[in-house]
């Protein structure tokens, strides 16, 4: 299958599907909503641009919009849709366009909110050459926005009986939102179980908040994108940006849950998990820093740089093949280098957890 487009962090080896399978359905309009800033309800997070808004959570609450006509006829879009990554409603491919209809036949019995990708806040600092933000900020465009924080524990409260999972970010850079650690706590108050992840460029994250975040386990996971290992390589993509100060905010985390005695790999699951009563608890965050492979940064010397860093820091990196202008050269999905990279590859938060989920409760 010939792939034309795919956003820059996603992996063609996605759009890998069994040829016997004639439909292929997103999972997310079935059981994940993704919230914008400025309150839209879209299909995911491809939907930048809100081309086909099913709603808005200043006019409707969550389960309304969730079963109302629009989203009615956008699972049925997908449903009768053909054998294909793209789709129509986003105008392009989608990484969760990869299910077959077999599978989903439990998520059309009952539909439930089980994931929430939320972004409080659509402003970044950074000015990423071919990030949507940077367009949003030179055009003035109404897209960019701050959700209120009522209509936020509204949304929170509404789904706390289905939440499993909580990506507290989308475009922006969540950590410019001042009542960021308010929202995280009343979120880990109203549904201690669902597992909170955020995505930071680093840039900016208040002294005062690291300690809190960690001593109160406020997140589960969070990943950095920091992609170089020197100030030189790091600013040609995060405009902007101060490679230091990302690392030196990440490192700051990781002593932090060293200091408390929090162990530091993923991969040391029995020494950070523990499962009690039906419940997982987590000692957090986990930590991951991601490095986005460009023909400026892809070096053995840069690697090799950054293997080290994050080898002594004692965290994992993901290794991002990206589709946009300036591509590594040196690195694709296909290359022997590329699968001998130390460190994650492919990448995803919630296989991850649901892998360790698995281990624990088969050890229990």
């Known amino acids: 299958m010939k792939v034309n487009y795919l956003h820059h962090n996603l992996d063609k080896k996605a759009f890998i599907f069994p040829k016997n399978e004639k439909v292929l359905i997103c999972q997310e309009i079935f059981n994940q909503v993704c919230v914008l800033a400025n309150g839209d309800v879209v299909c995911s997070c491809r939907d930048y641009n809100g081309m086909y808004i099913v709603g808005n959570i200043y006019q409707n609450r969550i389960y309304k919009i969730f079963h109302n006509e629009k989203y009615t006829q956008l699972r049925d879009i997908v449903l009768n849709s053909n054998y294909s990554c793209y789709c129509s409603q986003v105008k392009g491919n989608c990484v969760f366009k990869k299910r077959s209809s077999k599978s989903i036949q439990n998520e059309?019995?009952?539909?439930?909110?089980?994931?929430?990708?939320?972004?409080?806040?659509?402003?970044?600092?950074?000015?990423?050459?071919?990030?949507?933000?940077?367009?949003?900020?030179?055009?003035?465009?109404?897209?960019?926005?701050?959700?209120?924080?009522?209509?936020?524990?509204?949304?929170?409260?509404?789904?706390?009986?289905?939440?499993?999972?909580?990506?507290?970010?989308?475009?922006?850079?969540?950590?410019?939102?001042?009542?960021?650690?308010?929202?995280?706590?009343?979120?880990?108050?109203?549904?201690?179980?669902?597992?909170?992840?955020?995505?930071?460029?680093?840039?900016?994250?208040?002294?005062?908040?690291?300690?809190?975040?960690?001593?109160?386990?406020?997140?589960?996971?969070?990943?950095?994108?920091?992609?170089?290992?020197?100030?030189?390589?790091?600013?040609?993509?995060?405009?902007?940006?101060?490679?230091e100060r990302a690392f030196n905010n990440m490192a700051d985390l990781v002593n932090i849950k060293n200091k408390l005695g929090i162990s530091k790999h993923i991969g040391n699951y029995l020494k950070d998990i523990v499962y009690r009563k039906n419940r997982l608890w987590k000692f957090k965050p986990y930590i991951i820093w991601q490095y986005i492979l460009f023909e400026w940064n892809d070096s053995p010397e840069e690697i090799a740089k950054a293997q080290k860093l994050a080898k002594d820091l004692g965290i994992d990196i993901v290794w991002i093949i990206t589709h946009s202008n300036g591509k590594s050269k040196r690195f694709n999905e296909n290359t022997e280098e590329y699968h001998k990279l130390w460190g994650i590859k492919n990448y995803s938060s919630e296989v991850i957890s649901n892998q360790i989920e698995r281990k624990i409760v088969n050890k229990s």
């Open 108 to 243: 059309l019995k009952e539909l439930t909110i089980k994931k929430i990708q939320l972004e409080t806040i659509s402003n970044c600092n950074l000015n990423c050459p071919i990030c949507e933000v940077s367009n949003w900020k030179r055009n003035k465009s109404s897209r960019l926005a701050k959700l209120s924080f009522e209509t936020i524990k509204e949304l929170i409260y509404d789904v706390k009986n289905s939440l499993t999972y909580l990506s507290l970010f989308n475009y922006g850079e969540p950590f410019l939102d001042d009542r960021l650690l308010d929202i995280l706590r009343y979120i880990k108050e109203v549904v201690p179980r669902a597992y909170v992840y955020i995505h930071t460029n680093g840039n900016f994250i208040p002294d005062n908040w690291k300690q809190r975040i960690i001593e109160e386990h406020l997140i589960d996971e969070i990943s950095f994108s920091i992609d170089g290992a020197s100030q030189q390589t790091y600013e040609k993509y995060r405009v902007g940006g101060q490679f």
